[in-house]
C-alpha cells in the first residue's frame, strides 16, 4: 500500500497517558505499516491528547457519559475511522457501538477473563497476589458489557516475581503493544517468532524490530 489515503485509519478514545497511542504512531512511521493514527478523541485533558497535539494528530476533547453520549457519537461520526481504539476509562453505550461501521477493540493487560474490570496495571498488582506463572495481555472487541467481548489476540511471557516491579509492568506494557499490533495487521502467511513473548495467533511482523532503543525512544516520548 502506498499513501495514507489507502491504509487502515485509526481512531483513539483516551483518557490516560496515550502509551499505545505513541506506540502505534511511532511504529506507522518507521516501519510503514498499513495503517495511521488519524485522529484522537478524549473524556479529559490527558497526556494522550497532549501527545496527539504535538504530533499533529487531528484531536478534540468531548464530554462523554452514559446518560449524555451524543456529542461523543457525533465526533466518531466526523471522524469517519476504520478501528476505533477504546483506551477510554468509560464504559461506551450500545447507542455508540451502533453508531458506527467502524470496529471498536480495547487492549487489556491480562489474559482475559481473568482480572477483568481492572483498569491498567493494577491487573498485574493482582496477578502478582495470587502469585500467577504468566502474565499477558489481550486484545478484544468492544462490547457493553467490560471486558467481555470477542478475544482477537492474547500475548504471554513467563514471569519471575523477582524481577524489579518496573520491569515487569514494562514487559507488560510492551507484550500489550505488540498484542495490538499484531491485530491491526491481520494477514500474511509468514509467522515469526520472539524468544521473549508468544502470540496466539502468531507474529504477522518481525518482533526484532522492536527492539531495546525502540522502547528507549518510545519511554521517552
Not at 481512531?11 to 505513541?22: A, P, Q
Not at 502474565?135 to 516475581?161: F, K, M, P
Request: charged fraction near 20%.
Amino acid at each position: 500500500m502506498t499513501g495514507d489515503v489507502q491504509k487502515t485509519k485509526i481512531l483513539f478514545l483516551v483518557s490516560g497517558n496515550g502509551g499505545t497511542l505513541k506506540f502505534l504512531n511511532m511504529a506507522a512511521k518507521q516501519f510503514s505499516y498499513p495503517f495511521t493514527v488519524a485522529g484522537v478523541i478524549a473524556d479529559r485533558n490527558c497526556g494522550a491528547y497532549e501527545y496527539a497535539l504535538k504530533e499533529n494528530i487531528p484531536a478534540e476533547i468531548v464530554n462523554y457519559s452514559k446518560e449524555n453520549d451524543s456529542q461523543l457519537i457525533n465526533c466518531l461520526k466526523r471522524n469517519d475511522a476504520h478501528i476505533i481504539i477504546t483506551n477510554i476509562h468509560k464504559i461506551l453505550t450500545a447507542n455508540v457501538l451502533n453508531s458506527e461501521k467502524a470496529e471498536f477493540i480495547n487492549l487489556h493487560y491480562s489474559l482475559l477473563p481473568a482480572f477483568a474490570g481492572l483498569i491498567g496495571m493494577k491487573t498485574v498488582d493482582a496477578a502478582k497476589r495470587q502469585n500467577c506463572r504468566f502474565l499477558g495481555a489481550t486484545c478484544h472487541r468492544v462490547s457493553t458489557e467490560l471486558d467481555a467481548g470477542e478475544i482477537l489476540c492474547q500475548g504471554i511471557y513467563s514471569v519471575n516475581w523477582e524481577d524489579d516491579i518496573d520491569r515487569i509492568y514494562n514487559k507488560v506494557f510492551q507484550i500489550a503493544c505488540l498484542t495490538l499490533l499484531n491485530v491491526l495487521i491481520g494477514t500474511g502467511d509468514r509467522i515469526y517468532t520472539s524468544d521473549d513473548y508468544i502470540l496466539n495467533p502468531g507474529f504477522k511482523f518481525n518482533p526484532k524490530n522492536f527492539n531495546k532503543d525502540f522502547w528507549m525512544k518510545l519511554k521517552n516520548t
